[in-house]
């Protein structure tokens, strides 16, 4: 008899729509019921912990969370083990990045390390514990971590998430910023990113190696969503264009399929020639990491791009008629209120159609949390995870670091050059919009 498995998304109500495709699960779902398991996705998504509708009936629960959701996946982990004998798992990059810790504070039995798939199918068939790669767990007393599980070689082995698991219309929203009528989903053709930026955890999941998705494959996943009368996409890869031949060939199966669509790329690779190809393949909208105006912060966060790239990266997209969105951080270790300004300049004097700003939290498996001493990073140790959120519904994001009132007043700065390009602003703008067309 196959076992009852219970993948739950806990919430994320700091985001500005906490109703986000859990497509992490949805892959391990697909995995599973692929092998013949029973198993089934439950999102508690936008619910206050009094709504929570835990099924009590499964035998194993695995939950995914990221470091400032972790507070929900404790309380998630107490109310089953008062109530089921079942295996509790936990997964995601929290628990990659910290274990130990996670294994210490909670009531999970086991965590899962890196990619997930294969890893919860021989949790959830029975294979003993010691013998499963890219586990931790306790064992009499004692926190044992398995050695690593080497990523899978070929991605297209894994079967496509199907987004007909989920009530998928609760999912669909503008996937263009500024159009509300760019109603889609997001997808991922690949796993991994390449650089080597400081602020990311990316690393601790995917090691810097890039595993690509098929164009066949990809688009045996984009027809699957148009024939439920889906055609706007947000192709959420860390690094969708890193590989020119590929992206040669997605462009052609885009251009072919009719989509609209918007991606994230670094600047470095944006040209004249790939923005408009990227345009005439139906692509609406580019977000790029920008993160400072200055090449000393640049280079002190290891970006792969330079001030005049990003330059030339945003002109070359807005030529080709594509929208920008530029993402920015402060508070970076070792910034100085120079380095601020030359972002501050660097926001006047460039034409992206919107900024988003950041201040930079050290997520638990990036390179400054895990090397807090080498970058001499003032962090205030008595904030919790889950003031951890680097992207909310707000513009007034929590402060991790020591000198709050410095790292507060280079934010203002930053949004005052900003001013009506706010990317929240212009979010709360179109949502007021359609709220009036609505009540017409």
């Given at each position: 008899?196959?076992?009852?498995?219970?993948?739950?998304?806990?919430?994320h109500?700091?985001?500005i729509?906490?109703?986000n495709?859990?497509?992490?699960?949805?892959?391990?779902?697909?995995?599973?019921?692929?092998?013949?398991?029973?198993?089934?996705?439950v999102?508690l998504?936008?619910?206050?912990?009094?709504?929570?509708?835990l099924?009590?009936?499964?035998?194993?629960?695995?939950?995914s969370c990221?470091?400032?959701?972790?507070?929900?996946?404790?309380?998630?982990?107490?109310?089953?083990?008062?109530?089921?004998?079942?295996?509790?798992?936990l997964?995601?990059?929290?628990?990659?990045?910290?274990?130990?810790?996670?294994?210490?504070?909670?009531?999970?039995d086991?965590?899962?390390?890196?990619?997930?798939?294969?890893?919860?199918?021989?949790?959830v068939?029975?294979?003993p514990w010691?013998?499963?790669?890219?586990?931790?767990?306790?064992?009499?007393?004692?926190?044992?971590?398995?050695?690593?599980?080497?990523?899978?070689q070929?991605?297209?082995?894994?079967?496509p998430?199907d987004?007909?698991?989920l009530?998928?219309?609760?999912?669909?929203?503008?996937?263009?910023?500024?159009?509300?009528?760019?109603?889609g989903?997001?997808?991922?053709?690949s796993?991994?990113?390449?650089?080597?930026?400081?602020?990311?955890?990316?690393?601790?999941m995917?090691?810097?190696?890039?595993?690509?998705?098929?164009?066949?494959?990809?688009t045996?996943?984009?027809?699957?969503?148009?024939?439920?009368?889906?055609?706007?996409?947000?192709?959420?890869?860390?690094?969708?264009?890193?590989?020119?031949?590929r992206?040669?060939?997605?462009l052609?199966?885009f251009?072919?399929?009719?989509?609209?669509w918007?991606?994230?790329?670094?600047?470095h690779?944006?040209?004249?020639?790939?923005?408009?190809?990227?345009?005439?393949?139906?692509?609406?909208?580019?977000?790029?990491?920008?993160?400072?105006g200055?090449?000393?912060m640049?280079?002190i966060?290891?970006?792969?791009?330079?001030?005049?790239?990003?330059?030339?990266?945003?002109?070359?997209?807005?030529?080709?008629?594509?929208?920008?969105k530029?993402?920015?951080?402060?508070?970076?270790?070792?910034?100085?209120?120079?380095?601020?300004?030359?972002?501050?300049?660097?926001?006047?004097?460039?034409?992206?159609?919107?900024?988003?700003?950041?201040?930079?939290?050290?997520?638990?498996?990036?390179?400054?949390?895990?090397?807090?001493?080498?970058?001499?990073?003032?962090?205030?140790?008595?904030?919790?995870?889950?003031q951890y959120?680097?992207?909310?519904?707000?513009?007034?994001?929590?402060?991790?670091?020591?000198?709050?009132?410095?790292?507060?007043?280079?934010?203002?700065?930053?949004?005052e050059?900003?001013?009506?390009r706010?990317?929240?602003?212009?979010?709360?703008q179109?949502?007021?919009?359609?709220?009036?067309?609505e009540?017409?």
């Open positions: 008899m196959s076992p009852k498995v219970y993948l739950i998304k806990v919430p109500q700091y985001h729509h906490d109703r495709w859990p497509l992490g699960l949805l892959y391990i779902n697909a995995f599973l019921r692929a092998k013949g398991i029973d198993s089934q996705i999102d998504s936008g619910l206050p912990q009094e709504q929570w509708h099924p009590l009936d499964g035998d194993v629960y695995g939950v990221t470091t400032p959701d972790f507070h929900h996946a404790v309380r998630i982990a107490e109310i089953l083990r008062r109530q089921t004998n079942a295996t509790l798992v997964g995601g990059v929290h628990a990659t990045a910290r274990p130990a810790e996670v294994l210490a504070q909670s009531r999970f086991i965590v899962v390390r890196g990619e997930g798939e294969q890893t919860m199918f021989e949790l068939t029975g294979r010691e013998d499963i790669p890219g586990v931790s767990f306790l064992y009499e007393g004692e926190i044992r971590h398995n050695p690593e599980r080497p990523l899978l070929d991605i297209d082995l894994l079967p998430p987004i007909r698991d009530d998928y219309e609760q999912y669909v929203q503008p996937v263009l910023i500024k159009d509300p009528a760019s109603r989903v997001a997808l991922i053709t796993r991994g990113c390449p650089f080597q930026c400081i602020f990311c955890a990316s690393s601790v995917w090691k810097r190696k890039v595993r690509f998705h098929s164009v066949a494959y990809v045996r996943q984009v027809r699957q969503v148009m024939d439920l009368g889906i055609r706007y996409f947000f192709f959420c890869d860390d690094t969708l264009l890193v590989d020119r031949r992206t040669k060939e997605l052609a199966e251009k072919r399929l009719g989509i609209v918007r991606c994230s790329s670094t600047t690779m944006m040209t004249p020639d790939l923005a408009q190809a990227m345009y005439d393949a139906g692509c609406r909208q580019v977000d790029f990491g920008i993160e400072s200055s090449d000393r640049l280079r966060m290891k970006k792969a791009s330079r001030r005049a790239e990003h330059e030339a990266g945003v002109r070359a997209a807005k030529e080709a008629g594509l929208m920008v530029a993402m920015l951080m402060v508070g970076l270790p070792g910034e100085s209120e120079e380095d601020v300004r030359e972002t501050v300049r660097f926001v006047r004097e460039n034409d992206a159609d919107m900024y988003a700003l950041t201040v930079f939290v050290p997520l638990p498996g990036c390179d400054v949390a895990d090397h807090l001493d080498r970058y001499a990073y003032p962090l205030d140790t008595s904030i919790p995870y889950e959120f680097i992207v909310g519904a707000d513009k007034k994001t929590p402060i991790v670091h020591q000198e709050k009132d410095k790292i507060e007043r280079w934010r203002s700065m930053i949004w050059a900003i001013g009506q706010a990317t929240l602003d212009i979010i709360y179109r949502e007021q919009r359609q709220l009036q067309c009540a017409v």
